[in-house]
């Protein structure tokens, strides 16, 4: 049972951590611009794509520093002449021009790399058991991800508040035209701030790659939960995204391990309600089976009960 | 002049008619041939159309006609395949092969019941390769639809067969994909195994998500808990892949009898793993049972379709629905699909292995020996440039795979 | 007489189109066409009028293709006499029944909240489905027989030409009874709340209320066309209340243009024609659908409709005078770079995927080899020309356009 709980935390933290990776660059890019980017977790399939064909050539280490930047350059070309043009025709159509881009790379992934799982190793550096607790081993390479991401959110969290850019771009997060009249070049920061949101998230994908398999199914099942994550932490707070990620990350891995289900809950007062019952099923179904749903019942009850989701401050 | 024109005509006549007696006889393949799926659907089409090839080289049927087959890309759906069936119906096709995706599978049977029904003389044939829903040849089955495939109880009949030889094992997991595969192959591993060996404890049974859990380390960690030493499981595609993968990472020592890992990628997974000798399949067949006429059959696919990937032989299944087919044909003396569908209603036939198999005519099952066979190094022939190939650990004659089945189907009269 | 013109050709289209395609795939595929116009029209309903984007508007087409499905084996087994032309209302009631609860949640909020409970409630819905399988039938899903139930006047409608006349028919219906509705107050006040929700409650409507009506009136169309879906291919799955129909409408709606009435029913008829033919002539069929899209957006955000409807706006042969020469030197220019981007996407698919065929291909009469350097040298030598031709070529459109604007 300890046992249970421990690999749980680490293992549901890890998972949050990654989403908060990926999170983070959507959240940055959603306040700056008002755009809900749809293509993000294609960029993070991308990054780990990249990261693979690289380290075909010169191992995983330099991959990690060079995916990113390229997938950060795609996302700023894709700025600066695509969104840019489609800007003026409202927020519905930018928004659907991401989620046409999204299709664009997922079908370009396959045609390029195959359709099916590329073999994205572990370097040999990590691949090695970190430590072995009551029997399990837990491997090197997630205390790796662990890592990154947390260096990441630190290094994140110092640029936007302690440098200048920093400061700039959480001046324009919440007043783009006084801080175009100060003279800065507020194009220019959008532009780099969506090359940094994407780069952030291949930086996600060479981390994750690896370890969760590499394959073009790979944004459509990140996407929705990142969503979730950014919707429920509150449209434009990153301290939300990082709350939320965290808590959807433990709520959804611990849920995996209960096997508790209504019916059973229900016949601990003597009551027993078999699958022919109305909606039987759903009553029979452990907490386990239903795992993967929990986050999106918990998007749509905060979006009911707490609009602005948990930290949020702006509205649409 | 008028000589010459006239028996220009006749020869003109003579050929148009020669060349229509030669009339090609159209195989629809409807699978999925883009989006995700595709890598098994293409894979598919390339073994069908070699199959076929092969007939065609060595005569054809009925003294010289040719086979041929057209690709219909269903896009892994069912109201797609209706689409493509119907496209194939009025291309004048009369036999439709598939096999990826028993919800398609089960749509396609039931459209060309009706259609058989309300067009009584154009009638059409299905012939299912791989999908493995036991209702297509229990409550849902029909006289029109046939199944090369060992559907998922008569796998399990086999499996728990050869469980009930090893006596190491003593605590069985079962997880699965949570849709009607998964539950029909807990619901069969639950009864056989409490049928043959009472004694096996059952520690844990698991449904989840279909293709959306992407780290099952919880899972792993429950299996680890509840202390088995084999894992059943029909996981395919990247639920197998990410299942090892974690059970690799945690250094679960157990062995993994699967339904799928042979499946396109899954010996990739595998060999990441580094689960030597470990992860077992069931199945009709693999590369590495050698049959001199099998082997060169194999060799001769690779060397035309293998690709940059060197993609092997999958389903002597295959192979096997296209050899009764044009034994049926000539048998019947015909190709129309009333009378192959009565020869091929009970027919038995010699496969490529040397072996006899026979097609039930209660409810149209092809059964054969299954092979169970584990994943390693140290083989002849191995899987997907992985160095590591199939081993056989046991066999199943066909006559202990039979199952009964419910099946009530109508012959037509 | 002139504004019942349209309706009169509808009319005869649909009663006409059979004679001219006669085959049972293209009478198939007119079918899916007939359904497809009628949830294209109930998404506008929301996006177009009312100016609310969903991602999740398919679960109320599946609940209702479903429950039509179910009602249709209920009504065979107890012999219920309600003739087949009936049932389709089955499946618009079930989706107003669902639209009701889940239409009062969801439209709380607008924006992108609203697109983003939309998507959570479709993927709930599309994640419940393989959990329920009472109802929706696990993998196999729900089979059902139109031929089952009581037949008036002869009619089995066994055979598909009769199957089409029934979809035809309350494709005309929808049609008609969603245009009526634009034209309804209620209808103008979904407008003002899509343009301006500050100012409409200003006057007096509560946002949320005339929202979650057009949200019920949305749900309750989709119901029919997921009823008639089922009759159709007489078996419902799971995967019609999930992501891949809900996003099929958006591109749908959006590529036939969301400003107009029409612009669904192109979209529908254009993109349904696309999807059951295209993948016969090339396996990227789905990149060229992606790119479609984008184009779209980037260039067309009025879709088709839009595009078409600018051209009847002109008002006289000197307009197009004014037009014509300019169309004609851009045609070439077009062509060319249609050309190009086909022949560097099949080459690449070609080479990617399809290289176990061999690398010899053939295209306007050229054989060519898709592996040769020379082969891609050509062809990016003729994109970027196109390319090239095409931005000369553009902006005199553009300023051929502003004349004729000008001409009375």
Redesign the interface.
């Known amino acids: 049972m300890l046992?249970?709980v421990i690999?749980?935390s680490l293992?549901g933290i890890l998972?949050g951590m990654l989403l908060f990776l990926l999170a983070s660059g959507l959240t940055l890019i959603f306040s700056m611009m008002g755009v809900?980017n749809f293509a993000h977790a294609s960029f993070y399939m991308l990054g780990a794509y990249f990261g693979y064909q690289i380290s075909r050539y010169v191992g995983y280490w330099p991959g990690l520093v060079i995916a990113p930047v390229l997938v950060g350059l795609v996302g700023a070309l894709v700025e600066r002449y695509?969104l840019r043009?489609?800007h003026k025709?409202g927020?519905?159509?930018e928004?659907?021009?991401t989620?046409?881009?999204a299709?664009?790379i997922e079908?370009?992934v396959?045609?390029?790399w195959?359709?099916?799982?590329v073999?994205y190793?572990v370097p040999e550096l990590l691949n090695f058991?970190a430590f072995?607790l009551f029997?399990?081993?837990?491997?090197a390479f997630?205390l790796f991800m662990l890592l990154m991401s947390v260096a990441t959110f630190l290094a994140l969290l110092s640029l936007l508040t302690k440098t200048r850019v920093g400061l700039i771009i959480q001046a324009a997060l919440s007043h783009p035209h006084t801080v175009g009249t100060l003279g800065h070049n507020v194009p220019l920061v959008f532009m780099m701030v969506f090359g940094v949101g994407c780069g952030l998230a291949a930086l996600a994908g060479v981390i994750a790659g690896p370890?969760?398999?590499t394959?073009?199914?790979m944004a459509a099942?990140?996407g929705?939960i990142l969503?979730?994550v950014v919707?429920v932490g509150g449209?434009g707070s990153l301290a939300g995204a990082f709350v939320a990620s965290l808590a959807i990350g433990l709520i959804q891995?611990?849920a995996?391990?209960v096997n508790v289900s209504i019916a059973d809950v229900i016949g601990l007062v003597g009551l027993k309600v078999d699958?022919?019952a109305f909606?039987?099923?759903?009553w029979n179904?452990t907490v386990?089976?239903?795992?993967?749903?929990i986050p999106?019942?918990l998007?749509?009850l905060v979006?009911?009960l707490r609009?602005h989701g948990l930290m949020g401050n702006r509205?649409? | 002049m008028k000589n010459l024109l006239r028996s220009a005509l006749a020869g003109v006549a003579f050929l148009a008619a020669a060349f229509g007696a030669q009339a090609q006889i159209k195989i629809a393949y409807v699978d999925p041939l883009s989006?995700?799926?595709?890598?098994v659907g293409e894979h598919g089409l390339k073994q069908l159309q070699f199959a076929i090839e092969t007939v065609n080289a060595k005569g054809g049927v009925l003294g010289g006609q040719k086979l041929e087959v057209v690709g219909y890309d269903n896009k892994g759906t069912p109201q797609e395949s209706l689409v493509q069936v119907q496209k194939a119906i009025d291309a004048g096709i009369r036999y439709i092969t598939q096999g990826n995706g028993s919800g398609a599978a089960i749509a396609i049977s039931d459209f060309v019941s009706k259609y058989n029904e309300r067009n009584p003389g154009k009638e059409v044939l299905y012939f299912n390769y791989a999908a493995v829903d036991p209702s297509l040849t229990n409550d849902k089955c029909s006289y029109w639809h046939f199944r090369w495939d060992a559907n998922s109880d008569i796998k399990m009949a086999a499996l728990t067969n050869y469980i009930k030889t090893k006596s190491a094992i003593k605590k069985v997991y079962i997880i699965g994909q949570?849709y009607a595969f998964g539950q029909s192959v807990r619901k069969a591993a639950r009864e056989m195994l409490g049928q043959k060996r009472p004694d096996i404890q059952i520690v844990g049974d698991?449904?989840?998500?279909l293709?959306?859990?992407?780290?099952f380390?919880?899972?792993i960690?429950?299996i680890?808990?509840s202390g088995a030493d084999s894992v059943i499981t029909g996981n395919w595609g990247?639920d197998m892949?990410?299942l090892l993968?974690a059970a690799a990472?945690?250094?679960l020592q157990a062995d993994w009898y699967t339904y799928y890992a042979g499946g396109?990628?899954a010996p990739?997974?595998v060999r990441?793993t580094g689960l030597d000798h470990r992860v077992f399949q069931i199945s009709e067949w693999h590369t590495n049972v050698i049959a001199p006429e099998m082997e060169a059959f194999e060799e001769a696919f690779l060397k035309k379709y293998g690709g940059p990937n060197g993609q092997r032989w999958w389903y002597l299944r295959l192979k096997n629905q296209i050899d009764m087919f044009t034994n049926a044909i000539n048998q019947a003396k015909s190709a129309e699909p009333k009378a192959v569908a009565a020869v091929l209603h009970n027919m038995r036939h010699k496969n490529a292995l040397g072996v006899e198999i026979f097609m039930r005519p209660t409810d149209h099952s092809v059964f054969q020996d299954m092979y169970i066979s584990s994943l390693g190094s140290g083989t002849k022939y191995d899987e997907e440039k992985t160095g590591w190939g199939w081993k056989t650990v046991g066999v199943i004659p066909a006559a202990d795979t039979v199952i009964p089945t419910t099946c009530q189907m109508k012959a037509p009269t | 007489m002139k504004a019942s013109l349209p309706w009169i050709g509808a009319i005869a289209a649909v009663i006409g189109l059979p004679f001219v395609f006669s085959g049972g795939a293209a009478l198939s595929v007119m079918s899916l066409m007939g359904f497809a116009i009628i949830f294209a029209l109930s998404y506008n309903v929301l996006l177009g009028q009312t100016g609310l984007?969903s991602f999740g508007h398919a679960v109320y087409y599946g609940l209702g293709g479903f429950v039509t499905a179910h009602a249709l084996n209920l009504i065979a087994a107890s012999k219920f006499p309600l003739p087949l032309p009936l049932v389709p209302l089955i499946g618009g009631i079930a989706g107003l029944a669902f639209a009701v609860p889940l239409g009062w949640?969801t439209t709380?909020?607008?924006?992108?909240?609203f697109?983003?409970?939309s998507?959570?409630?479709g993927?709930?819905v599309a994640?419940?489905s393989l959990?329920?399988?009472?109802f929706f039938g696990g993998e196999g899903g729900i089979s059902t027989s139109r031929t089952s139930i009581l037949q008036l006047f002869g009619f089995s409608f066994g055979p598909q030409l009769q199957v089409y006349y029934l979809i035809g028919s309350w494709c005309l219906i929808c049609i008609a009874l969603m245009y009526a509705f634009t034209r309804t107050p209620l209808g103008r006040i979904c407008n003002a709340v899509r343009d301006n929700p500050e100012r409409a409650e200003f006057i007096g409507y509560s946002t949320h209320q005339v929202r979650f009506l057009a949200f019920c009136i949305a749900g309750f169309f989709a119901g029919i066309a997921g009823g008639l879906a089922a009759i159709h291919y007489e078996i419902v799955t799971s995967g019609v209340v999930g992501a891949g129909p809900s996003?099929f409408v958006?591109l749908m709606t959006?590529i036939g243009g969301v400003g107009h009435f029409i612009g669904p029913i192109l979209g529908a008829i254009l993109m349904t024609a696309m999807q059951a033919s295209l993948s016969d002539f090339t396996g990227?069929w789905?990149?060229y659908?992606?790119?479609l899209?984008?184009v779209m957006?980037?260039f067309a955000?009025t879709g088709f409709a839009g595009l078409l409807l600018m051209h009847g706006q002109l008002a006289s042969a000197a307009a197009w005078r004014r037009l014509l020469p300019a169309y004609l030197l851009a045609i070439p220019a077009l062509l060319a770079l249609l050309a190009g981007v086909v022949l560097v996407v099949e080459t690449?698919?070609h080479l990617?995927?399809k290289s176990a065929e061999g690398m010899t291909m053939q295209w306007f009469g050229i054989t060519y080899e898709a592996d040769a350097a020379r082969t891609w040298v050509a062809l990016l030598a003729l994109l970027l020309v196109a390319i090239f031709a095409a931005r000369k070529v553009f902006p005199i459109v553009g300023n051929a356009w502003n004349e004729a604007r000008l001409v009375h």
């Open positions: 046992e249970l690999f749980s293992n998972y809900l695509g043009a489609v025709h927020h519905v159509a928004l659907l021009f989620f046409g881009l299709f664009i079908e370009g396959q045609m390029i195959g359709k099916l799982a073999d190793r058991p072995t029997e399990t081993t837990y491997p997630k370890a969760l398999v394959q073009p199914a099942s990140l929705p969503f979730v919707v449209l891995t611990f995996v391990a699958s022919n909606a039987g099923d759903l179904a386990a089976q239903v795992a993967p749903v999106y019942l998007l749509v979006l009911i609009p509205d649409s | 989006g995700l799926q595709s890598a949570d698991e449904l989840h998500p293709a959306k859990i992407t780290d380390s919880p899972y960690a429950k680890k808990a990247s892949a990410l993968k990472d945690a250094g396109a990628g990739t997974a990441q | 984007l949640v709380k909020r607008a924006g992108t909240a697109s983003m409970i998507l959570g409630i993927e709930l994640a419940c959990i329920l399988r009472g996003g958006l959006f990227a789905l990149f659908m992606g790119m899209f984008i957006v980037m955000p690449a698919h990617l995927v």
